[in-house]
């Protein structure tokens, strides 16, 4: 054998050496990632189990009746999740087809993109603090379910927007020329051939939204307040969003600060099992949408 090919064989060894540890690092950080995973779910699932129930789901908290429920709670979500994405995602995603299929690239759009990627790091206490002196005492909404929808408005349009505008540049650009070769308007072309194309991420985006929405705190408990009363009757439905209304998150931080901990985690379990269901709607709703693989 000679130098050369000794030389070959040294660094081919060398090289696989240095695969085998790579692959390796990559299967501990893969396992630890899962086992954290699961040892959350583990914990939360062991310490909350016990605080499930019927009259725990459908209940309201209630000193006199000496009751323990947060349907309140969980209705408050579902109105400012239905209320924040139907601003949301037509303004999100209207604003990304704007950007990135009619504005011409320039100042103008560098502008507007830094300022979505700004608004999108930008703590969640600030959104809160904001909210709360702008809808809240300059629009006279107070502490209310509308004034935290508008702030969380404001917190997930950068998500809606940066996850619509990666899903229309995977389109192919041959599906626009072919689509205006043929003689269509450019709305007709984006309606029809790339915004259902782009319909998983799109879709991804607004669940994204929706997932972030469920879990914020912080920013609620400047604007939405904390009550969780029902609605008396479907008179009451829209005057609730003008009254106050906290959240399931809200309400775990309520029940640990006050040392009711059982409670905190019947929540958490309750919020840890949403967000498994908004995951598996992301994945299930995306292989649906993705045309791509329709034949």
Known sequence: MSREEGMMSINQKHY???????????????????LLLAGIIIYVVAKGFRMISWDFLTGVTSVLNGTVG???????????IIITMLIATPIGVGAAVYLNEYAKPGKLVNVIEFATETLAGIPSIIFGLFGMMFFGQTFKLKYSILTGSFTLVLMVLPLIIRNTQEALKTVPDSYRTGAIGLGTGKWHMIRTILLPSAMPGIITGVILAIGRIVGESAALLFTAGSAHILPKGFDDILSKTLESGGTLTI???????KGEFDVAFGIALVLLIIVLLINFATKWLSKKFDVSRIE
């Open 16 to 34: 696989r050496v240095a695969d085998i540890l790579m692959y390796i690092a990559i299967y501990i950080c893969a396992t630890f990632s899962v």
């Open 70 to 80: 947060i349907a309140g709670n969980i209705v408050n979500t579902l109105y400012i």
């Open 251 to 257: 309400q775990l931080y309520l029940s640990a600060s």
